[in-house]
C-alpha cells in the first residue's frame, strides 16, 4: 500500500526566504505525486502534480517539486516565500487500486508560519 | 472558486442523528471522492465513484454510505452521529477513473456532533 511522509510538522522562516518542505513516499510502482495547499477554514488547492517526464515541475504561486526515483522523494521549494504563503501544505500520492477505483493518499501535512 | 461545490458549509447535530452532505462535482468530472479530515487522523480516504459505480472503499464506516446521482452529484449519508464524527468532509473530482489528471477538492463540509 502506498504512504507518504512528510517529516517537519511545523516550519517557521522570514518572508523572503527560501523555503523546502521535504516529502517521501513509498509506493511499488510509479507514483503520481501532488502538493496541495490549505488556507484555515479552506479547501485544498493544487499547486503542482507529477506523473512523468521532466522530474522537476513548476506549480502556481511560484512554487517547483523535484521528484527523484532513489531517494523516494517529492519535495516542495519556493525560491523567496511570501507572508500569504503561510499555510498548511500536504504532499500526497495517487495511485490506481485493484478493481480499476483510485485514491489520494496523504502526508499528515506541514504547517508554514512566515515571519515578517 | 475550484468548480466543486460542496454543501452546506457548516452542519451542528446531536449524537444519534442522520445527515446528508452534497456534492456537485466539476463539470465534465465523472469521478467523485470522499474524504474526512480530522486532527487525530488526518485525511482519510472514504470513498470513490466513477459515473454512477462505486470504484473503490476506503476507510469508511458502515453507519456512512455514499451515492452518485444520474446527473453525477454524490451524497454522502451519515447516521447514527458520535462525538469522534465531527470533522471536516471533503468531496473532490476529476475527470476519469484514475488519478493521471488529478484531482479538484471542494471548500468542504464541516460536521458539529454535540
Known amino acids: 500500500a502506498q504512504s507518504v511522509t512528510q517529516p517537519d510538522i511545523h516550519i517557521t522562516v522570514s518572508e523572503g526566504a527560501s523555503l523546502e518542505l521535504r516529502c517521501n513516499y513509498s509506493?511499488?510502482?510509479?507514483?503520481?505525486l501532488f502538493w496541495y495547499v490549505q488556507s484555515p477554514g479552506q479547501g485544498l488547492q493544487l499547486l503542482l502534480k507529477y506523473f512523468s517526464g521532466d522530474t522537476l515541475v513548476q506549480g502556481i504561486k511560484g512554487f517547483e517539486a523535484e521528484f527523484k526515483r532513489s531517494q523516494s522523494s517529492f519535495n516542495l521549494r519556493k525560491p523567496s516565500v511570501h507572508w500569504s504563503d503561510a499555510a498548511e501544505y500536504f504532499c500526497a500520492v495517487g495511485a490506481g487500486l485493484t478493481g480499476g477505483g483510485n485514491k489520494l493518499t496523504f502526508g499528515t501535512g506541514t504547517q508554514l508560519k512566515v515571519e515578517l | 472558486d475550484s468548480g466543486v461545490t460542496q454543501t452546506p458549509k457548516h452542519l451542528i447535530t446531536a449524537t444519534g442523528q442522520r445527515v446528508t452532505l452534497r456534492c456537485s462535482p466539476r463539470?465534465?468530472?465523472?469521478?467523485v471522492y470522499w474524504y474526512q479530515q480530522s486532527l487525530d487522523q488526518g485525511l482519510q480516504f472514504l470513498i470513490q465513484y466513477y459515473n454512477g459505480e462505486e470504484r473503490a472503499k476506503g476507510n469508511i464506516l458502515e453507519r456512512f454510505s455514499a451515492q452518485q446521482f444520474p446527473d453525477l452529484h454524490s451524497e454522502l449519508n451519515l447516521s447514527s452521529l458520535e462525538l469522534g464524527d465531527s470533522a471536516l468532509y471533503f468531496c473532490?473530482?476529476?475527470?476519469?477513473?484514475?488519478?493521471?489528471?488529478?484531482?479538484?477538492f471542494g471548500s468542504g463540509t464541516r460536521l458539529t456532533v454535540v
Open positions: 509506493y511499488g510502482a510509479t507514483p503520481y
Open positions: 463539470s465534465g468530472d465523472l469521478s
Open positions: 473532490a473530482s476529476s475527470p476519469e477513473q484514475g488519478p493521471r489528471r488529478g484531482y479538484t
